[in-house]
């Protein structure tokens, strides 16, 4: 799946089960759903993708020490550019190396 395939996506009406939890949170980030999203991370998914995640929703909520922490998980920088980049950059990053379930 490609980063515009995944943004056609976010027209559909339901979220795609098969869309990993990571891309299943940034799906429910993007319709506007923060505390779905964040249940799909908190509560549902471990990995680092998610934490990547996790940390992004934080940032975006603006608790800045919430994300740091969040970070340290991923094993990446904070990151510092724009919401939309870093939701961009989360997505490529997972599509590239995982396929839907």
């Given at each position: ?80 550019e ?6 961009q ?13």
């Open positions: 799946m490609r980063l515009d395939e995944l943004t056609q996506l976010i027209e559909q009406e339901r979220c795609p089960e098969s869309l990993p939890q990571a891309l299943q949170a940034l799906w429910y980030d993007k319709k506007g759903d923060w505390d779905k999203a964040h249940q799909i991370v908190q509560n549902d998914a471990s990995d680092a993708d998610s934490a990547w995640v996790h940390a992004y929703l934080h940032r975006k909520e603006g608790d800045n020490s919430n994300a740091r922490y969040w970070y340290r998980h991923t094993g990446r920088p904070e990151f510092k724009d919401l939309n980049q870093e939701w950059q989360i997505a490529e990053d997972v599509l590239k190396r995982c396929k839907p379930r």
